[in-house]
């Protein structure tokens, strides 16, 4: 199967690398606005050649749209414009956007919208790694749009990365997602700010930052090019999630400004519950 | 060298499992008001007696307390009642109470106040592990209250630990840390108990929480009886930094509302400068 991937960065270049390695891809063509990106996944050996737009499509059987969320609402109506075989997936973190992007479009059953939830901090074709998403759930939105056979290519190819599928409707992922992948990042952010703000003297925090801070920071370092676009895509749902989340945060603040220590321990004890969910 | 622990938790049973690994430490006496965790720990190898308080003190060369940080303050001072060649430290989170409390006392010389910036989420002497320490950072504070000997084998019992050592003064100390570490409790406990409260199909969550809303919610899994004395002893440090936190997360919020993606942008970038110091 000949593979092209639209943006080569830390999720497209990763899932180059997997499909290669695991036999699914026959080739991989890259298409990347960054001419630099491109080139460097090629001298990684993540694409085997750098195509134009329109070959990259005209020459492949799957084409993978991992470019971040806005830029894929812009160019999945163009991509179905052209295809008339080939399955079209994108791999982006919200999905009503995407989604409404092409509804009604005559082509709109070849395209599958999914989300491999799978990530690092850092991004780029140089970000790219082979096992990311191994053991790693992916999903896949409003299933009920797409043809059956792009469906089960689709499902093929993620488990042949051995992850776990989950299906969704597009609205319903996009709120699951602002709860436990955006709001952290939000949160996380902050923190970064609030002690860049504090401590001004950076040896000092350099010192002193143990894991747990490194661990509650580690976000931080995400790219603004992938995620500004993903809170505007996904921005009702984390103002809301947001809302929450300081409300959470302020009730530890009056708790400690009233000295009740007894409720502050069962907050904790609460927040504890966790545990059931991530191990 | 006897060394004598005093609260065989995470830290207290890592240390004790760390001295008698390399060497430092000939035996370990264990005290512990819990008589479960002393008999669990005897049983793990990690102190090789359970004995009482009084004996304890006696027989150690070296007594460390273990315990959370408000039972710390009250155990001191009967400790250094006790002690006449003896050395003491103390290995909790936070230091000005710690220290306030024996200001002064006929045997302060002998006592050094330190802190170890390590841990896990998880308590009791089941999760101590014995490579803990090895490279982080433990911090001696208010020195020149210490006498010189004391300080010298505190130093040599952190080397044989391969740490590094830091010295700050006790007032530093806990403004640092609740910039570096306690304020990053607390947002991950916030974290954890809004994605509870907002997402009850726990399913859901369990499905789609990624390796960026683990990380992030890694701490809110730490326990209520070792963090609430610590928010306890550094409460004003603690809220003059969560002002900040809130405030930020705010801005955030207030960006989102007004749809201001550009500032939005540069305030990741911001954040994103947390690279410098944590990797």
Redesign the interface.
Known sequence: MIITVIGIGLIGGSLALSLKQNGFADKVLGVDQNESHGEKAKELGIVDEIVSFESGIKEADLIVLAAPVNAIVKILPKVLDLVDHQIVIDVGSTKEGITLAVKGHQHRGRFVATHP????EYSGPEAAIPDLFTG??T?IVDREDSDPDAVKTVEEMYQSLQM?I?YHHSHEHDI??A???H?????????????????KN?K?????????????????????ET??PI??QN?DY?????????N??????TL??K?D?ES??K?????????????
Request: hydrophobic content about 45%.
């Open positions: 939830m799978a990530g690092t790693k759930c999903v776990n989950v699951h997602t709860y436990v992948s709001i952290s990042h939000i949160s996380s952010f902050a923190l970064a700010l609030t002690v860049l703000e504090k401590e950076e000092r925090i350099f010192e002193l930052a143990g894991g747990g801070f490194s661990s509650t920071v580690r976000l931080a370092k995400s790219n603004p995620w500004v809170f505007e921005r984390v103002l809301d999630v947001l809302d929450e989340h300081i959470t945060i302020s009730k530890f603040r400690l400004i000295k220590f502050f321990y907050l904790i004890q609460q927040a504890n519950q966790i545990r059931r969910i991530v191990n």
